[in-house]
């Protein structure tokens, strides 16, 4: 099974073979959504920024 990285030094989809782990977001099992892993985590940040169990802003619900 091949996986894939974005190296965020290079601004590239990776294989296995790519820079250090320190420089890139992954693994993820396609090169497509490799290539989105800056949206993708931007998305999620997002989500977190609304969820109360991640953001002390926020009062959780009982």
């Not at 250090?20 to 992954?26: I, Q, T, V």
């Not at 993820?28 to 953001?55: G, K, M």
Request: proline residues 5%; glycine residues 4%; charged residues 35%.
């Amino acid at each position: 099974m091949s996986e894939f990285w974005y190296c965020i030094t290079h601004s590239r989809v990776e294989g296995e073979d790519g820079c250090p782990n320190k420089d890139r977001l992954g693994p993820y099992e396609t090169e497509a959504e490799a290539s989105r892993a800056l949206e993708t985590a931007a998305e999620r940040t997002e989500a977190w920024d609304h969820d109360p169990a991640w953001n002390d802003d926020e009062q959780l619900e009982d």
